[in-house]
C-alpha cells in the first residue's frame, strides 16, 4: 500500500486557502474598506503584526487537520502490514469517528474567525 504524502499536505492548505478568502470577503463585505482600518489600531506601528495574525491565525487548524489524516493513515498501514485481515477495520472505523471530529472543529473554529473578521477588533 502506497501513501501519496502530497494528498495530506494539499487538503489541510486547500481549506487554508478557503479560509482566507471568505475571511477576507466577510470582512470587507461587512465593513467596506474600513475593514482595513483594524490593521492600524492601535498604532500604525504594528501594522506588520496585524497583518501576520490575520495569516497565522489558521495555521494551527491547517497543521492540526494534517497531523490528524497523516497519523489516521500510518496507523492503519502499519496495523495491515502486521495483521492484515481483521484488525485494521475498527481502527479504519475509529480514523473516520476522529476525522468526523476534526473536521467539526476545523469548521467551528473558521466560522468563529469569520465571525470575528465581520465584528470590531478588539
Known sequence: MMIDFAFFIDIPFILFKVYNKAYFYAGLSKKGLGYFNKYIQPTPILLP???LEDFTK?????FRLF???????LVVVVLVSLVPSVVPIPVMFLG???S???ALIFATLAAAY?????????
Open 58 to 62: 489558521p495555521l494551527p487548524l491547517r
Open 114 to 122: 469569520i465571525g470575528e473578521s465581520m465584528e470590531g477588533h478588539h
Open 96 to 98: 473516520l469517528i476522529t
Open 67 to 73: 497531523g490528524n489524516i497523516l497519523a489516521d493513515e
Open 49 to 51: 503584526i496585524n497583518i
Open 100 to 102: 468526523v471530529i476534526q
